[in-house]
C-alpha cells in the first residue's frame, strides 16, 4: 500500500529502484525510507525482539523505538523507517542484536 | 522516620559503602546507617567500566582483587541475590606497544603468578586468536588472565544493599551528609540536611567527593579527584570476549554481556576537580582510537556517554584505614579507579577493622601514614 494524496505532505515521485529483501527482488521509490518500500510491498514484519522472539513492525517512524533494526548491505541496527532507499540494496532481517563481522 | 542514633554511619551508598555496611551486619553490628546524597551507585560506581581484574603491579591491589574475584563468583548464592550480577570472566586482556611495557608486564606477572592470579604473557598471534577484530599492528605482545572480566555494578551494589537491609541496616538515600560534630578529638554525631544521628563511628565511602568528608574531621586528605569520560555503543551479538585494555593508548574496551561495548579513556591533560560533564572531542578522539584497535567496530553507533570521577592518591592504592588523629573516623577511598572490582574485599576489611576484629587480610599498608611516611609503593598499571 501506498499514500499518494495526502491533505497536508506532498510526495515527490522519485525514480523506481530494485532492492532485494531476504533474498526476494523488490521494486521502490529512490530516497523513501526503505520500510516505506517494505509497506509497499505487503512486509509487515520489520524485526523479531531480541529476548522472547516476538514480531515486530513498523512503529515509531522517526528513528527511536528500535522496531525496525534490519542488516541493510551487511550492517546490523540500520533504523529502515529512517533510511533513504538506494538501487541494489541488500534488506535482511536481523538474528538477534545483529553481528559484527569481526573480519570488517 | 530517620534514626537518631547508630553504632556506625556510613557516607557514601556506592558499592564499597554497601558492602561495608553489609560486612558489618553480618558479623553481628547491625545498628548501621548508610547516607547517600543521591541514589545508590549515582557516584563512580553506577559510572564506571565495570571491569574486574586481578592483573595489578602492587602486592595490595592483587591481594585485593583476586580475594574479591573469588567473592564475586559466589556472590549471587552468598547474598541471595534472586536476580544476577551478570559476572562474565572471559578475561582481561592487556596490550603492549612498547619493550618497556612488555618489561613491566612481565615483572606484574610474575608478581601476579606468586599470588595465585594466573595470568601470562602471549604474543600478537594468540591475542588475535582471543580476540579476531583486533588489529594486531604494532602490538609486542599482550598480558592475558582469562579469569578476570566484567560484573554489573548496579546489581552487586544492589545485591549487598538488599542483604543488609534484610540484617537490619538503614539506607537513606537523598540524604546528604552536611557536617561531622565532635567533642575534642571524638566524634559524636553526622548532620544531614534531614537531620542530626549520633554515632561514634563514621564511615568515609564517598569516592569522589571523599576529601569533602575529610574537611568535615579537619582532615587534608592526600587525594584528589578527576573526571574520567566513558560511553556505550548500541549492542550487537557477542563477538568481544575479554575486556582490552591499553596503558599507551589509555583506553579501555569490552562488551558487556547484554552485547553493548562499554568504552572510555583517561586523559594525561585532565584538570583536578569535581567535574562531571562530558564533551564532543571525548567522541571523537576515543572513536578514532578505538577503531583504529578494532576496525570492525566502526559499524557501532554510540548511544550515549558520561563520565565519572577516580579519586586518586599519590601511589594509585587505596586507603583503608582510621585516621589516627580523628578516633572512630574510618577510610575506604582513594580507589583511583578500581573501586568496583576490590569492593568485596574491601568491605570484608573495612567491617574488621571497624569492629576491631582480626583482620583476614593484613592492609596496614593502606594506611594514610604511608604518605607521611614515604613509604609508596606506586601502582603502574592505571588507565
Redesign the interface.
Known sequence: MRIKDHPILSFPEGKTVEFSFEGKTFIGKEGEPIAAALHDAGIRVLRHS?RHNRPRGFFCAIGNCSSCLMVVNG???VKVCVTPLRQGMKVEYQ?????????? | MMKNSAEVVIIGGGVVGCAIAYNLAKMGCQDVVVLEKEYLTAGATGRCGAGIRQQWGTEMNCKLSKASMDTFEVLNEMLGYPEDIELKQDGYLILAYEEKEIEQFKKNIALQNSLGIESRLIDPGEARKIVPHLNTEGLLGAAFCGRDGHANPFHVTQAYAEAAKRMGVEIYTYTECRDIEREGDRITAVVTDRGKIKTEKVVNAAGGYSDLIGAMVGLDLPVYSERHQIMVTEPVNPLQGPMVISFYHHFYCQQVPHGAFIMGQGDPNEPKGHNIGHSWQFLQELSGKITGTFPALKKLRVVRQWSGLYNITPDSQPILCEAPEVPGFYMAIGFSGHGFMIAPMTGVVMAELILGKDLSMPVHKLDLGRFDRGELVLEPSVV
Open positions: 531480541p550492517e546490523p541496527n538474528k538477534g542484536k545483529g553481528d559484527i563481522n569481526a573480519a570488517d
